[in-house]
């Protein structure tokens, strides 16, 4: 019956929109860039490009036959890269590289929603792999050409340029804070994943539960932080910040190990004795790790909850840290642990390999021979050796050959921690007395502003534990005898002038500034856990919120939003036009005289059927209409004294009945 | 499927009163408030919060916290675009309806006027399977012109218009209907062929008149001719005097259309023909009078003209 007429952006995307979403994929790309291989977001942002380039340069579609063999393409080099298409790395990289590939495809907004629709999920996914502060804040702002894509795909809207188009997705986005705030703070979280928990990625991770010979060496330079820790009372005196990750006892010439050591008879050990003199409590903000090791200031007296302590007083979480994890210990700063050895633990800690660094053995027994019993004198013979016998604190040590003690002690003699304690705890074990190998983290920074102490990735670090007669336990770092800068300022410090410039005066106060932001950002949302959320309503005297209180006030929270919104939804900010309003009040007072106003009836009609029916007021009703008449007619513009005059007329207008 | 949503749209109107309220032809100008705007997700609005719910259990389940927030994030941005999709057609109104002419069976040019206090965007008017998008900007009046479907010549009112928009991001349709009072007048539709007007009898015998406006050819002078009417330039040239002759188109004879000559036929052949006539004559640019029962126009001719003719023509019972 009628013709069609279909507007025009049912049909093909436009540019703009095109653009836009182009913009899209490109952010999708970019968040992801970082754990993609470089080749595979080299070739995507080249198919990219070229595509953008093909639409505006033709308009037309891209043959179907290149679809496909991009398509197998991308299969081929995610399995290449990744040896499955399972998993979140290899997950991620299939979903980018078929965002970008359904651009190809993009022609109608229907296309183009649904490439908007999975660009929103490929930049949630991005945050799988790094939900640090920026990281969340650049995939938000990798929302924005999400949004006006969106709203290109709308017809009939004013011109504006690419930025522009830009910039309502953001009042939108900052409209939308205090709901998702709500939301975030509110909705349930899960105790236990639905389905199996995040395979983790091993690159960069902190500690090892190995040590051999430079596998500090990234972790030394490894800026990022590993934990934070505050205190309750006064922070202990820098000497004393040594926190306790592994205990090394197995050694075969190469590598330290750590392991689940048990007794002879298969019982598990019992747990160190431990006489404690000054005791500290402090709250640590552990970042993952994906290991299940929890670093504890030397000794730990007691393990947190859901985690454990091993025999040689290592704390171990039940589970292995995959987000941040907020945990409360105790620790002994002066203490002493195993007061008496047991005779196979004794057995364990004097082991060595056979055939091993023929030099140092016999080192140890010459030691052995001049101080006979007195084994404080042999540890001290061998700080002083290390301190006086032309040792070097270095991060780039030469590398070390079969005999690695030997090659350490009398040729390179240049390397950093993990070469001294292993090195003292060999010398030790040939002297004939235990000793081990401890690893964990060193120093930290002091920072004033959040009043915390910020331990980064390249406070690792590894020192001995010699058992002495009569004093159990005693941590030795051989590294202070080089070099006592590395336990009073850092590796860094003790490394020389490497990363020296980083502790210029404003560029540090600008890093506690950040470290502070950061690490409210990892405690206040990527730390915000099932447990503390239960916490949530503390300050209102309510301890545990559980999942129906949560919902309940999810729902109130969310009512209070809507009845906000429609409020703004609602405001009219325009004001009715006066003589409009003016005419308003008019016809109300002679309806109240019984003369409505018909529908579709014109003002000059109704004025005129009113002052017939009013004679009495006829001249005044008539100069009323022919005031109106002027006002609405005469001049584009109501005239202001007319106006104020008209609307005073009304005002004194009073319809009198008439008495028939 | 069509027939069917249509089928139990009609149903609901029925049974469902409060739904039509609004429905009944009302005087313009016709403003959009809270209680008339209705606001359902789009099918894309759906498939968009299935996507957030999968987000949304995805970062529980990995307790990816900067995750959740851009999920709350993105849905709480996706809710609020629902009130702006409501801003968009709240306190719009349709100021008035100008028709254009049609004949039964050719489409009407509706043009509605629009005006708002704000700018607004990417609204669209539904009028049958007609739809066209606009947008509202500072001076706060757009037109919308929509073809109408005709079939009978007459009266009729005009149909509901639904005005609807996706605005901003296409995942809610807020919609409401507007119902303008008013009727459109549809011309008669005009016989395909049949035999031409009974001309006057005494048609051949009126002058050919040669005075006229346009300038038809040069000739020789002859003399008698008035001096202004001498083409000097061109006698100039040539030697020998030239005068231009002028000319008006050859005048038709008037055409007396009339009802009372079409007996023997029923009244809507007899309009029919009338209105064949009607556009000859009007296409011919000839002088034509219409007497009809009750109302005779006078002899004249122009698209005025025509147009009261066909307007009284498609106006009788």
């Known amino acids: 019956m009628i013709g069609a007429m279909r507007p025009p952006s049912e049909a093909t995307l436009d540019g703009r929109a095109f653009d836009l979403l182009c913009l899209t994929m490109t952010c999708v790309l970019g968040v992801h860039a970082s754990h993609l291989p470089w080749w595979l977001v080299a070739g995507l942002a080249l198919v990219l490009a070229l595509r953008w380039w093909q639409r505006r340069r033709h308009g037309a579609r891209p043959p179907a036959l290149l679809k496909l063999p991009l398509l197998a393409l991308l299969a081929v080099a995610v399995v290449f890269t990744y040896g499955t298409i399972f998993g979140q790395q290899p997950g991620s990289a299939l979903a980018v590289g078929l965002l970008v590939l359904k651009l190809l495809e993009s022609e109608t907004p229907r296309d183009a929603r649904v490439g908007v629709s999975f660009a929103c999920f490929g930049l949630m996914a991005a945050l799988l792999f790094d939900q640090g502060l920026v990281a969340t804040f650049v995939v938000a702002l990798g929302l924005l050409p999400a949004l006006a894509t969106l709203r290109a795909l709308e017809p009939a809207q004013a011109p504006t340029n690419l930025p522009r188009a830009l910039l309502p997705g953001l009042a939108l986005l900052a409209a939308a804070v205090p709901l998702a705030l709500l939301a975030f703070a509110l909705v349930p979280r899960l105790s236990s994943p639905l389905w199996g928990a995040a395979n983790s990625p091993e690159a960069r991770t902190g500690l090892s539960d190995r040590m051999s010979p430079g596998n500090f060496t990234e972790l030394l330079t490894d800026d990022r932080p590993a934990m934070r820790v505050s205190f309750d009372g006064p922070a202990p005196a820098p000497e004393l910040r040594y926190f306790r990750a592994y205990v090394m006892w197995l050694y075969d010439g190469r590598t330290w190990e750590h392991a689940d050591l048990r007794r002879a008879d298969g019982q598990a050990r019992p747990l160190e004795t431990l006489e404690a003199r000054a005791t500290s409590r402090y709250e640590i903000d552990l970042e993952p790790t994906h290991r299940t090791v929890l670093p504890a200031l030397d000794v730990p007296l007691t393990a947190p909850a859901d985690a454990q302590l091993s025999a040689d007083r290592e704390v171990f979480s039940d589970k292995p840290v995959r987000e941040s994890l907020h945990y409360t210990v105790r620790s002994a700063l002066y203490y002493r642990l195993q007061a008496s050895l047991p005779a196979g633990a004794r057995e364990l800690a004097l082991r060595l390999p056979q055939g091993f660094n023929p030099r140092t053995h016999a080192l140890a027994a010459q030691w052995r021979t001049r101080y006979g019993g007195d084994e404080q004198a042999i540890v001290r013979a061998a700080l002083a050796l290390f301190h006086d016998g032309g040792f070097r604190y270095t991060l780039a040590p030469a590398p070390l050959g079969r005999n690695a003690v030997d090659d350490f002690l009398f040729g390179t003699r240049e390397g950093f921690c993990e070469h001294y304690a292993s090195s003292f705890t060999v010398l030790m074990r040939a002297a004939g007395i235990p000793a081990r190998v401890v690893t964990g983290y060193q120093g930290g920074y002091w920072n004033p502003l959040g009043n915390y102490l910020l331990v980064r990735q390249s406070d690792a670090h590894a020192w001995s534990e010699v058992w002495l007669e009569g004093r159990g336990w005693v941590r030795v770092d051989p590294t202070a005898a080089v070099r006592p800068e590395r336990v009073s300022l850092g590796a860094a410090a003790a490394a020389g002038d490497q990363l020296g410039w980083t502790d210029s005066g404003w560029l540090a106060s600008l890093r506690n500034r950040w470290d502070v932001v950061n690490h409210w950002w990892a405690q206040g949302v990527i730390g915000f856990d099932a447990l503390r959320q239960r916490g949530l309503l503390t300050p209102f005297g309510i301890r545990d919120t559980g999942t129906a209180m949560l919902g309940m006030l999810l729902a109130i929270g969310t009512a209070l939003f809507v009845a906000i919104g429609t409020g703004w939804a609602l405001w009219r900010r325009e004001r009715p036009e006066p003589l409009r309003q003016a005419l308003r009040r008019l016809e109300a007072r002679l309806a109240r005289a019984g003369i409505t106003r018909r529908r579709g009836e014109g003002p000059q009609h109704y004025l005129r059927r009113a002052a017939r029916a009013l004679p009495a007021q006829r001249a005044e009703l008539e100069q009323l209409m022919n005031r109106y008449l002027e006002l609405r007619y005469a001049h584009d513009e109501p005239v202001p004294e007319l106006l104020k005059e008209f609307q005073r007329a009304v005002r004194e207008f009073r319809p009198r009945r008439v008495v028939k | ?317």
């Open chain 2, 1 to 317: 499927m069509r027939d069917a949503l249509r089928r139990l749209q009609e149903l609901a109107e029925r049974r469902l009163p409060a739904l039509t309220r609004f429905r009944r032809p009302e005087p313009m100008p016709i403003e959009l408030n809270r209680r008339r705007i209705y606001i359902v997700p789009t099918g894309f609005g759906i498939g968009f919060t299935v996507l957030l719910l999968v987000m949304l259990v995805g970062s529980l389940n990995y307790s990816n916290n900067a995750a959740l927030l851009l999920t709350c994030l993105l849905g709480a941005a996706g809710a609020a675009s629902m009130l702006i999709a409501f801003r968009a057609l709240d306190g719009l109104a349709l100021a008035s309806v100008r028709a254009g002419q049609a004949v039964a069976g050719q489409p009407l040019a509706l043009t509605l006027e629009f005006e708002s206090t704000r700018p607004r965007s990417a609204i669209r008017v539904d009028l049958g399977d007609a739809c066209q998008a606009f947008a509202i900007d500072a001076s706060g009046k757009a037109d919308v012109t929509l073809p109408l479907a005709t079939h009978q010549r007459g009266w009729h009112p005009l149909p509901r218009v639904r005005v609807w928009t996706t605005w901003p991001l296409g995942l809610f349709r807020a919609w409401s209907w507007m119902h303008p009072e008013q009727s459109v007048l549809v011309w008669p539709r005009p016989e395909s062929g049949g035999p031409p007007p009974r001309l006057p009898a005494d048609e051949g015998l009126r002058p050919r008149l040669h005075h006229g406006e346009d300038l038809a050819a040069l000739r020789d002078y002859r003399s008698g001719d008035p001096r202004k009417h001498i083409a000097w330039k061109a006698s100039a040239r040539l030697g020998q005097l030239l005068s231009k002759d002028f000319e008006q188109p050859e005048s038709r004879p008037e055409w007396r259309l009339d009802w009372r000559e079409l007996e023997g036929m029923d009244n809507e052949a007899r309009i029919a023909r009338l209105a064949r006539w009607l556009g000859e004559a009007h296409a011919q640019g000839r002088r034509h009078s219409l007497w009809l029962p009750g109302q005779p126009i006078e002899a004249g001719s122009g698209p005025g003209h025509y147009a009261r003719c066909m307007s009284a023509l498609a106006s009788l019972p």
